[in-house]
């Protein structure tokens, strides 16, 4: 999105073409700032759980020009007061703040991003993204904006923005006689919109890194780091341990134009924000405390709060019972094990940074790492303490426990490099190779019929998802490739081009606490939830493949808008990481054999509420 600073800057530059009742003129300006930025006060529905592509999510309902109309009108009807209501100063006064509050639509949809801008809402759904884009936006989070990076957002806005409806606003009151004496004639301000063109343009072709949204794309050989490398890819279930790479028998396959499934399907969850406290955070306390306690402070409860809510609930007090199963899934671990000093739960705040994490830091690949090994977690679990202290586990829990687990995996493949730069453009170095993915989903899902997790974000911020079914469909057939930009690896090595559309379903990894918190109310003992199963992401995206005399897939690049690619592909094999003494690597104050036996318990169906006694379970500790 463009920065406040634009939004902002527009109306007050604006404002100097329409002649404002000098009497209202102040507040109609401060108004009109306000109404440019205000939109962005949907950023709020992170905290409350809505995700960008939802209809109330950022960039959603709120930036339309529907709510610019209501905007404005709120607006004028307190800045107009004492303004004839039908006369041309109430008019101009409302023209002036409906521009205001819809330039910050506008000006999102020519800027670079994920989603579009709902502009129509609520009449359609459809996000709005110009495919010529004039603005980047600033990288990833907070700490970017006001850092380097914010400064060049503000250069690019100063240049692309706020530079050219200067000119236009001073060409417009060039041409009015009454300023003649004050303005600049119209001669002048197109010598002054000749040399910004001069400069826009200079700078856009001379540091396209830094003054362009997007850098052209060229064809890039499969083999590095960044675009992946096919000896990192898992050989077994294969035909004969062998690795399908060439188009030809791909297709002799069957592996294009039909929906690929993994044998096992994900289930999908939230990722256990760090921001909330992660496995620490108390979820069932919602998203808006979460986020408070956030800003304010994580603490685990004191030794006496422990003690008295045990006792009571001891004693059948069912608010003490209610309470312990509102705790979070790691201090209900402390407790289970006696441990009322919570170190369970200390570590685990300090693994979400505590009071400062990013907003995308969670366990996004351990909790979809787990979704494809593990049964989806339904049950209510009732654990027995070595004292007798009992503590209920939700599945919730239970899922979280298992993120932290499959959050370091004995044997991690990854396939394309962990991003690491900070740039407008990040997709260009960062997106894995389109030809990687297509042998890759070929292969571990069309043929081995096993799944794997995609990073979709080709940036610095990570989210992790496992795909539920692939479509693969080649959109052309095979040509020259003719004059098409290539990198220097590849000269003498591309024989033939194909267009390829990669269509992902995906199991989500950002559902809100809400949603896995449905109780099935077909369970008289309460013990049951319903199961969350597959909630689809589906994401597309288009490329070309370069292919060399064989058929080989031995490049490609991205050609859609953004014509970015996932960022890595990841492959947790093997189990959790495990210390020597069956301690997680990721967390070592939480036992693995209590995990594993509590997700077994989890999934059983008995017409009671599974019990697990840490007394009697040898593997627990």
């Known amino acids: 999105m463009a920065s406040l600073f634009a939004h902002a800057a527009l109306p007050l530059l604006a404002s100097r073409a329409l002649a404002l009742p000098k009497s209202h003129e102040r507040r109609a300006l401060l108004a009109g700032v306000l109404c440019g930025c205000l939109p962005d006060l949907d950023v709020v529905t992170y905290a409350l759980e809505i995700r960008a592509n939802e209809p109330l999510g950022h960039r959603g309902l709120f930036h339309s020009l529907l709510a610019s109309i209501v905007l404005a009108t709120v607006a004028t009807w307190f800045v107009g007061r004492g303004l004839d209501r039908r006369g041309p100063e109430h008019r101009r006064v409302f023209l002036f703040l409906l521009f205001s509050a819809a330039s910050h639509g506008v000006l999102d949809a020519l800027t670079q991003g994920e989603v579009g801008v709902a502009l129509f809402a609520p009449f359609s759904p459809v996000r709005v993204a110009s495919p010529w884009k004039l603005l980047p936006a600033c990288p990833v989070g907070l700490t970017e904006y006001l850092g380097y990076f914010g400064l060049l957002t503000f250069a690019n806005e100063v240049l692309y923005a706020a530079a050219p409806v200067a000119l236009a606003v001073s060409l417009l009151r060039s041409r009015r006689p009454e300023l003649a004496e004050t303005e600049p004639t119209p001669r002048r301000v197109l010598l002054a919109s000749a040399a910004w063109l001069a400069v826009a343009v200079g700078l856009r072709v001379a540091m396209p890194e830094t003054f362009a949204p997007t850098v052209p794309r060229v064809l890039e050989p499969v083999g590095t780091a960044d675009a992946g490398r096919l000896e990192d890819l898992p050989r077994d279930g294969l035909p004969e341990n062998k690795l399908v790479t060439r188009l030809p028998e791909l297709e002799r396959l069957g592996l294009f134009g039909r929906r690929l499934e993994p044998r096992a399907e994900p289930?999908?969850?939230?990722?256990?924000?760090?921001?909330y406290g992660g496995e620490a955070g108390r979820w069932t306390e919602g998203s808006v405390r979460l986020g408070t306690r956030t800003l304010t402070g994580f603490d685990p409860p004191t030794e006496a709060e422990a003690r008295a809510w045990l006792t009571k609930a001891a004693g059948g007090d069912a608010s003490a019972e209610a309470r312990l199963f509102t705790l979070a899934p790691t201090e209900k671990v402390d407790i289970a094990f006696g441990k009322l000093d919570f170190p369970a739960t200390r570590q685990g705040l300090g693994h979400s940074h505590n009071g400062h994490p990013r907003y995308w830091s969670g366990r996004c690949n351990g909790v979809a790492t787990a979704s494809l090994v593990v049964p989806e977690p339904?049950?209510?679990?009732?654990?027995?303490?070595?004292?007798?202290?009992?503590?209920?586990?939700?599945?919730?829990?239970?899922?979280?426990?298992?993120?932290?687990?499959?959050?370091?995996?004995?044997?991690?493949?990854?396939?394309?490099?962990?991003?690491?730069e900070v740039a407008f453009d990040s997709g260009r170095t960062c997106s894995m190779s389109p030809a990687v993915l297509v042998i890759a989903l070929a292969n571990r899902i069309g043929l081995?019929?096993?799944s794997f997790l995609i990073d979709a974000l080709p940036t610095i911020a990570k989210q992790y998802y496992a795909v539920a079914a692939a479509t693969i469909t080649l959109t052309g057939t095979p040509r020259a490739p003719g004059t098409t930009p290539r990198a220097p690896a590849l000269d003498g090595k591309v024989d033939r081009l194909v267009d390829v559309r990669i269509d992902l379903v995906?199991?989500?990894?950002?559902?809100?606490?809400?949603?896995?918190?449905?109780?099935?109310r077909s369970a008289p003992d309460g013990s049951r939830y319903t199961r969350v199963g597959v909630v689809p992401v589906p994401m597309s995206y288009t490329a070309e493949l370069a292919l060399d005399r064989d058929g080989e897939l031995v490049g490609g690049r991205w050609t859609g808008d953004p014509a970015d690619g996932p960022d890595a592909i990841f492959m947790g094999l093997g189990g959790p990481k495990l210390e020597p003494d069956g301690r997680l690597s990721a967390a070592t104050e939480i036992p693995w054999g209590?995990?594993?036996?509590?997700?077994?318990?989890?999934?059983?169906?008995?017409?009671?509420t599974p019990r697990l006694d840490l007394a009697t379970c040898a593997t627990c500790r």
């Open 267 to 275: 289930w999908s969850s939230t990722f256990f924000p760090s921001w």
């Open 378 to 420: 339904f049950r209510v679990v009732e654990v027995v303490g070595p004292s007798g202290q009992k503590v209920r586990f939700h599945p919730n829990d239970v899922k979280s426990l298992l993120s932290v687990a499959y959050y370091t995996a004995q044997d991690e493949r990854i396939v394309g490099d962990f991003c690491r």
């Open 448 to 450: 081995a019929r096993e």
């Open 506 to 520: 995906v199991s989500s990894t950002t559902l809100s606490y809400a949603k896995v918190n449905v109780p099935d």
């Open 594 to 608: 209590f995990v594993r036996a509590l997700a077994e318990k989890s999934v059983e169906e008995g017409p009671t």
